[in-house]
């Protein structure tokens, strides 16, 4: 008999799915006269992120079949969209990338962290533009990259750089800015006479000669692009004569995996969550988020404030950043690009011949160890006997017919799962032994 349907998320419990099932179609409806001066055409890659974000977790667009080898206890698995704007599907794909980088590409030594930002009236040139934001990017690397290396008489001696595009600011309005994360030196892949990696420390980072560094870099590239002209770029130079903003935070040390690893989920996060969402009312078609507006100086605290909008306007804000397909919104320079980090594993292998690394595919982590890790509990574990349960069958385009012919489906309803159903569901499961979570 099929006891129920495993779902990480319930989604009339969540204020952030519930907002786009209620409102999508009203929205698209909506948007070319209300929105489309100020947020430009609603793109097809935005409509269809949205479409298989509502369709998430619904066993009618496709679910796998399991079952219990010993007792025959069966459930099912709805498939997840893997879209850009769903929070789940998001977080998990955080949690895969994040674990890969802190375990095979970020060295265990000093890092920094710098944030790279544009004034306000800049932004707007690179809303939507997908080739800009790709050299924005790598010009926000060439530009670091360049101050860390410039003093190194070893031209063998690189830098690692994680770079991160994000074009959301604290309350879903279009802020793009990168995220660098660099070694607080540079590494040669020579070693020493003494058979050793050699490294150089780098010295005091002159922080105005890097604004101003930053700023010419930014109006050049947008010169290169006929986007502005010369005269424009004399009267910006003239307006921010210290140069645009580098963020430049204080030395880090990441001596463990844990650590690096929410430094790394930090870097991809989702523009919002479901807890900053303080509250939705569907009637009055209104939304409260939380965002931080300013951090007090004097005892480094964040200070928040709440903002009310039209669920409308909260559509169109959080699809504003939807990313284009193929968008490379991740880049690996220096010591930590494809090329040199391979040369680096390759000396480390010889002075430790023992050393295994782990394939970037190897990383690709099943849906079971995700959840696994996120919720410490096995999805698949038979709440009866206890044993592992098998996938029996896997349906996709019979998904719906199939729904109907199993008869014993008495606690998923047409996608929605009923209270009382729902409760005496969970409670078996929080009587589940507790398993450690998979590291």
């Known amino acids: 008999m099929l006891k129920g349907v495993y779902t990480p998320k319930y989604h009339q419990d969540q204020l952030y799915y519930n907002i786009f099932k209620n409102h999508w179609n009203e929205f698209v409806r909506l948007y070319p006269d209300r929105f489309e001066t100020e947020y430009g055409k609603l793109e097809e890659y935005q409509r269809h992120s949205v479409e298989n974000f509502i369709q998430c977790g619904d066993p009618k667009h496709g679910f796998a079949y399991l079952e219990c080898p010993n007792c025959h206890e069966a459930i099912i698995v709805p498939f997840s969209c893997k879209s850009k704007v769903c929070n789940s599907c998001g977080e998990k794909h955080a949690l895969v990338w994040s674990e890969w980088v802190a375990s095979e590409v970020m060295m265990n030594c000093n890092h920094r962290h710098i944030t790279a930002t544009i004034p306000t009236e800049i932004r707007p040139y690179f809303y939507k533009n997908g080739l800009l934001l790709k050299k924005y990017l790598q010009t926000a690397c060439d530009t670091i990259n360049f101050i860390y290396t410039k003093n190194c008489s070893d031209k063998t001696a690189k830098v690692g750089i994680i770079a991160v595009l994000q074009t959301s600011g604290s309350s879903l309005n279009y802020n793009p ?8 030196g540079l590494i040669s892949n020579k070693l020493s006479e003494e058979g050793e990696i050699i490294t150089y420390q780098l010295a005091q980072i002159n922080f105005k000669y890097l604004n101003l560094l930053w700023r010419n870099k930014v109006l050049s590239l947008l010169r290169n692009f006929n986007i502005i002209d010369d005269s424009s770029s004399e009267i910006y130079k003239k307006k921010y004569p210290t140069g645009f903003h580098v963020d430049v935070r204080f030395k880090q040390t990441y001596d463990n995996k844990e650590e690096r690893e929410l430094l790394a989920q930090y870097l991809i996060r989702q523009p919002i969550g479901n ?17 931080k507006a300013e951090t007090n100086n004097e005892t480094g605290k964040n200070i928040y404030r709440l903002e009310t ?9 959080r699809i504003q950043h939807i990313l284009p397909y193929h968008m490379q919104k991740v880049r690996f320079i220096g010591l930590y690009s494809n090329k040199y980090r391979g040369q680096h594993k390759k000396i480390i292998k010889e002075l430790n011949p023992d050393s295994q690394g782990i394939k970037r595919n190897e990383w690709n982590s099943s849906w079971r160890r995700l959840i696994w890790k996120i919720y410490d509990t096995d999805p698949i574990m038979c709440t009866n006997c206890g044993e592992e349960m098998k996938i029996k069958d896997i349906f996709t385009t019979r998904a719906e017919r199939k729904l109907k012919e199993l008869i014993n489906l008495k606690f998923y309803i047409r996608g929605h799962w009923r209270e009382e159903q729902r409760k005496a569901f969970i409670k078996p499961l929080n009587q589940w032994e507790r398993r450690k979570k998979v590291a």
């Open 275 to 291: 807890s900053r969402i303080e509250y939705y009312n569907q009637e009055l078609k209104q939304v409260t988020i939380r965002y």
């Open 177 to 184: 800015h990168c995220h660098i994360l660099l070694t607080e």
């Open 309 to 317: 909008m039209d669920v409308y306007d909260f559509i169109a804000r």
